[in-house]
C-alpha cells in the first residue's frame, strides 16, 4: 500500500468508525486517542496525513494532536517493525533485572534503543513504567503484556517472531521504517529545540535503563546523599534501603573502634 495515493481510500474506509467512536464523547477531542489507535492499526503508525485528519474530525490543530500522540509510547509517529518491543526501564523493573533483560535484548536482535531491526521485522524502543510493577521485569509486544522476564522467556519470544509463531499479531507495516527515529542530541539540544537528559544523563533519549543511570543515580541520590529528601519521605523502599546503608556504616564504625 502506498500510503500517499491509498491515505483518502483509508480515509473514507475508517471515517464511519471514527465517527461512532466520536459520537461516544462529550467533547469531540476525547475521542482523540482513540482515534490515533484505530489509524495505527491501519498504517503501522500515525501519518503525518492521519494527524491532519484526526485534528479535522475532532475539531483541533494539528499542534495540539501532535503534542498529545507525541506523549505516548503507545503510538508510533514514525514507521516501525511489525512487532514492537518495548520492555520497561522504570525502577521496579530496573530494581529486578531490566538492565539485563535490556542488555539481552539488544544484544539478541543487534539494535540498540529505539532502533529497527535491518529486517524491518522488530523495533525496539526502552520505555517508562507499564504500571505492572508488581510483575517485574515486563514489557510490551505490539501493546500486549509480557511479563517476569528472563532470557529463556526473551529467546522464546524471539523464535516466535521470526518463525511467525508468536501469539500476537503483526502489525500492518504501510511505509518501510528507517534504522532509527531517534532525536538526534547534536541537531535538536544544541540549538534548544530539546533539552537534554536528565542530570548526569547525556542523552536527551535517555531517561533511564542501560546506558544510562537515570533510575539508579535519583535512588543513589535519595539514598546516600540527598539527607534532607530522606527525612521527608516515607516510601518503603527508600527507608528499608538507607536502613541497610546505615547499618553497614555503623558495622563499619564498630570496626574501625575495634581496630584501635
Ligand atoms: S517499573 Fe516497570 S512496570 Fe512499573
Redesign the pocket.
Known amino acids: 500500500m502506498t500510503r500517499e495515493r491509498d491515505f483518502p481510500e483509508l480515509l473514507e474506509r475508517v471515517t464511519p468508525e471514527c465517527l461512532r467512536i466520536i459520537a461516544r464523547y462529550e467533547e469531540k477531542r476525547s475521542a482523540l486517542l482513540m482515534l490515533a489507535h484505530v489509524f495505527q492499526e491501519h498504517e503501522g503508525f500515525v501519518s503525518p496525513e492521519a494527524v491532519l485528519a484526526i485534528s479535522e474530525m475532532v475539531g483541533i490543530t494539528p499542534a495540539e494532536t501532535e503534542g498529545t500522540i507525541s506523549f505516548y509510547t503507545l503510538l508510533y509517529r514514525r514507521p516501525v517493525g511489525k512487532y514492537m518491543l518495548q520492555p520497561?526501564?522504570?525502577?521496579?523493573?530496573?530494581i529486578n533485572g531490566?538492565e539485563d533483560a535490556m542488555a539481552y535484548f539488544r544484544e539478541k536482535l543487534g539494535t540498540s534503543n529505539l532502533e529497527t531491526t535491518l529486517d524491518g521485522l522488530v523495533s525496539y524502543e526502552e520505555v517508562e513504567?507499564?504500571?505492572?510493577?508488581d510483575?517485574?521485569?515486563?514489557m510490551q509486544v505490539n501493546l500486549e503484556f509480557v511479563y517476569d522476564l528472563s532470557p529463556a522467556k526473551i529467546d522464546e519470544l524471539l523464535a516466535g517472531i521470526r518463525a511467525g509463531t508468536y501469539p500476537v499479531k503483526a502489525m500492518a507495516q504501510t511505509d518501510p521504517p528507517g534504522r532509527t527515529w531517534e532525536i538526534r542530541q547534536d541537531d535538536q539540544v544544541s540549538t534548544g529545540r530539546k533539552a537534554p537528559g536528565a542530570t548526569g544523563v547525556e542523552s536527551p533519549n535517555n531517561a533511564g535503563g542501560v546506558g544510562d543511570k537515570s533510575g539508579t543515580i535519583m535512588l543513589d541520590k535519595i539514598i546516600n546523599r540527598d539527607v534532607e529528601f530522606f527525612r521527608e519521605t516515607r516510601e518503603r523502599a527508600v527507608l528499608d534501603s538507607r536502613a541497610v546503608v546505615e547499618s553497614v556504616e555503623e558495622g563499619r564504625e564498630e570496626a574501625e573502634h575495634a581496630r584501635h
Open positions: 520497561c526501564r522504570g525502577l521496579a523493573c530496573a531490566a513504567c507499564l504500571a505492572a510493577c510483575r517485574a521485569p515486563c
